[in-house]
């Protein structure tokens, strides 16, 4: 069939030659493989947009076709630039992927073409060796077709600072993230009452004042005795709150002074019902204080017995260091509590995911070739995300700084667009 008459009619290849493959197609039925600096007369294009292979006056068009269904590979035949009826032709297909993987297809005739039996799973990149079989003769076409996939040396990868892991077991903390306020913590709070009733002679400490035990924090003249007694801190802490001024009459049964020991507070979460039976006394806590601070750890020490009848919701607490102050009671806060932790058979690093046209993909290792792998993501924690589909145990993969792999894809040109 003449390499001419296919040029003529403007077609791109959907199966390539190379490291990268073919720019375009036909129409949305057939997609193209690669990147737009392949040249366009490397290779012959056939009418339905896939890659053309001849011997004699022969010629077999392979396709992948992903008009509206689960992509399929076909091949179309033709004699002497005319289609052939695709019956009594026996043709299969050996598709070799990154990492050893060999797919092995059957094709049968379905129409004017032959297709294989099963879907091509993303990514299609591959080496590809076609064997058909016409009249009694054998023939056989090997090519290369890539998407996705750059080449890098070790050391490159070194300097590169890129790291590798293996899939394989994990456990993953599945999380449950809850709201609430940061609090004073009341088990390290003084409330200070006077012990009895008088005027106010002086006033020593004001609010926000550091305070030490023993302290003296106000003179109260007695109304009994008309002597003045002082009032003095029982701890050590914070004046958090003050309600007393000179020359002000104080009330034995009404609060003058709030002490608090900042270097604790707690985090009160609200826990909706439907998750209540969830909460737990020890389990683990990452909580979020906001400001782009770092996350802290820490765990639930208290569950409330009882719910909230205005909020229909339960309170749990957890304890958290403030050494610098900066935790401040009444702000917002969220945290993340583990609720459960699952044993997954297949899993790779958080930082191996990377986005990558319409896909989650990871980027597996198969000698110098890093070739972005499609991935079907289950449950996550900061650390390990479960793989449901789209890699095996055993497969060696980017790790950390691997998005310098998808910058380098993007840059090679060697992506395509579905």
């Not at 366009?40 to 992903?66: M, N, S, V, Y």
């Not at 993987?101 to 080496?127: C, M, N, Q």
């Not at 090997?142 to 994990?170: K, Q």
């Not at 204080?289 to 409330?304: C, K, Q």
Request: hydrophobic fraction near 40%.
């Amino acid at each position: 069939m003449s390499g001419d008459l296919f040029r003529r009619l403007g077609l791109c290849a959907a199966l390539a030659v190379g490291p990268a493959a073919g720019a375009c197609s036909r129409d949305d039925d057939v997609h193209g493989h690669g990147h737009e600096e392949q040249h366009a007369d490397e290779f012959e294009r056939g009418p339905h947009g896939g890659r053309l292979l001849e011997e004699g006056g022969l010629a077999f068009e392979l396709a992948i076709h992903e008009g509206g269904s689960a992509p399929e590979l076909r091949v179309y035949p033709y004699r002497d630039g005319k289609p052939l009826d695709p019956a009594g032709i026996e043709a299969d297909v050996e598709l070799r992927r990154a990492g050893g993987r060999i797919e092995k297809l059957t094709l049968a005739p379905r129409g004017d073409h032959l297709v294989g039996e099963r879907e091509i799973a993303e990514p299609h990149s591959f080496d590809v060796v076609l064997d058909v079989r016409v009249e009694g003769a054998q023939h056989r076409f090997a090519f290369a077709s890539y998407e996705n996939r750059i080449e890098m040396s070790e050391a490159v990868r070194i300097a590169s600072d890129i790291e590798l892991a293996t899939a394989g077991p994990a456990e993953i903390d599945t999380g449950l993230v809850l709201y609430g306020r940061i609090a004073l913590n009341d088990d390290r709070t003084t409330r200070v009452f006077p012990r009895f009733p008088g005027v106010a002679k002086s006033v020593r400490k004001r609010l926000g004042d550091a305070v030490a035990a023993n302290d003296v924090l106000a003179v109260i003249e007695s109304n009994e005795s008309l002597h003045p007694y002082e009032v003095r801190a029982r701890s050590a802490g914070t004046v958090v709150a003050k309600a007393l001024t000179e020359g002000e009459f104080a009330s034995a049964d009404r609060e003058i002074f709030v002490i608090a020991d900042l270097s604790t507070v707690w985090i009160d979460l609200q826990v909706e019902r439907r998750d209540a039976a969830k909460i737990r006394v020890g389990q683990r806590v990452r909580v979020d204080p906001g400001n782009d601070a770092a996350a802290l750890a820490t765990e639930i020490h208290y569950v409330s017995p009882i719910g909230s009848a205005s909020t229909q919701a339960l309170l749990a607490r957890a304890l958290l260091p403030n050494p610098d102050g900066s935790l401040r009671p009444g702000l917002f806060a969220s945290a993340e509590v583990f609720v459960e932790q699952a044993q997954v058979p297949v899993a790779v690093e958080v930082s191996a995911l990377q986005t990558l046209q319409r896909w989650t993909v990871v980027f597996i290792r198969d000698g110098d070739v890093f070739q972005a792998q499609p991935v079907e993501v289950g449950r996550r924690d900061a650390r390990n995300a479960e793989i449901l589909s789209g890699l095996d145990p055993g497969t060696t993969y980017a790790t950390r700084n691997s998005f310098v792999l998808k910058a380098d894809v993007g840059k090679s040109g060697a992506a395509h667009d579905h």
